[in-house]
């Protein structure tokens, strides 16, 4: 496989990812960036550590949607993430039924 190819090949997985991204946004109420990971959910609890130095995130999440194009089952029911780094959790706007 030469390298054009695998570009290629990698272009056509994230358009894929980002169309499958529209499609299930709407069934989630959270968006959730981490350092390493974008993600999807429908609960999230953060808890700050601060007894550590530096101070340490969790997050949990239940219900989620990981965004990685290698991943071959994109849906899960939790992830637990933790990190030292910045953590930004957006609730998303209401439905419109």
């Given at each position: 496989?030469?390298e054009?190819?695998?570009?290629?090949?990698?272009?056509?997985?994230?358009?894929?990812?980002?169309?499958?991204?529209?499609t299930?946004?709407?069934l989630f109420?959270?968006?959730?960036?981490?350092?390493?990971?974008?993600?999807?959910a429908?609960e999230?609890?953060?808890?700050v550590?601060?007894?550590?130095?530096?101070?340490?995130i969790e997050i949990?999440?239940?219900?989620?949607w990981?965004?990685d194009?290698?991943r071959?089952?994109?849906?899960v029911?939790?992830?637990?993430?933790v990190?030292f780094k910045?953590?930004?959790?957006?609730?998303l706007?209401?439905?419109?039924?």
């Amino acid at each position: 496989m030469s390298e054009e190819d695998l570009e290629r090949y990698e272009a056509e997985i994230e358009l894929a990812l980002v169309q499958e991204y529209r499609t299930v946004l709407p069934l989630f109420n959270y968006v959730v960036e981490s350092e390493r990971r974008f993600y999807l959910a429908n609960e999230v609890k953060v808890t700050v550590r601060d007894a550590t130095s530096p101070t340490c995130i969790e997050i949990e999440l239940d219900d989620a949607w990981v965004w990685d194009m290698y991943r071959p089952a994109r849906f899960v029911s939790s992830v637990r993430v933790v990190t030292f780094k910045d953590v930004n959790v957006e609730e998303l706007p209401d439905k419109e039924i």
